[in-house]
């Protein structure tokens, strides 16, 4: 797997978050780091943590239709941003119920990757999912919360994240017997 590493995030931030003064980088280990020139206060910049759930029923995946500002009507695994004070399942969990009704028990972890968007780095958890209540209904940033057919998926084209993509081509040929 080849991916495209992220231009240097410490060339985006300018002023200490703590104090407001300036950053300057200076050489820690083997890397450059963002320091602030007044408090000292080391600012590491890394990526964001996300999770998506693969939720799988009579061989058809949930996907949703993104509403909100970043890449809006195209199609994704539900799930979204951990927070800094949650735990990532938990994260999901709420992800789910906010993005599509569902109360969803999480299995194991499917896949983990780095998405290189141009906006940011994040790094994705695609965990396995079962439904265990609730009423599907988008909601949230989602418009629309609907089941694929596993070999009927909306064209590349109308699919938000080419990592989406990739890992539901992985699921296809070794996750049917998972889920
Ligand atoms: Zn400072």
């Known amino acids: 797997m080849t991916s495209t590493p992220h231009p240097d995030g410490n060339a985006r931030?300018?002023?200490c978050?703590?104090?407001?003064?300036?950053?300057?980088l200076e050489v820690r280990g083997e890397r450059e780091r963002l320091v602030?020139?007044?408090?000292r206060f080391v600012f590491l910049y890394n990526p964001n943590v996300g999770v998506a759930a693969i939720l799988v029923e009579d061989g058809a995946v949930l996907l949703t239709r993104?509403?909100?500002s970043f890449r809006p009507g195209l199609w994704d695994l539900p799930g979204g941003f951990v927070e800094y004070?949650?735990?990532?399942?938990d994260a999901l969990v709420r992800e789910m119920r906010e993005e599509t009704g569902l109360d969803v028990e999480l299995g194991r972890?499917?896949?983990v990757r780095s998405n290189f968007f141009p906006e940011r780095h994040s790094v994705g958890v695609w965990f396995l999912a079962r439904r265990v209540g609730g009423?599907?209904?988008?909601?949230d940033d989602a418009i629309e919360a609907r089941f694929f057919p596993l070999d009927a998926l909306p064209p590349d084209d109308e699919m938000a994240f080419e990592t989406d993509r990739a890992v539901l081509a992985m699921f296809r040929t070794e996750g049917l017997d998972a889920s």
């Not at 004070?85 to 399942?89: Q, Y």
């Open 13 to 15: 931030y300018t002023h």
């Open 17 to 24: 978050p703590k104090c407001g003064m300036a950053l300057g």
């Open 36 to 39: 602030c020139r007044a408090c």
């Open 66 to 68: 993104r509403g909100g």
């Open 85 to 89: 004070d949650e735990d990532l399942r």
């Open 109 to 111: 972890v499917f896949e």
């Open 135 to 139: 009423t599907l209904a988008a909601g």
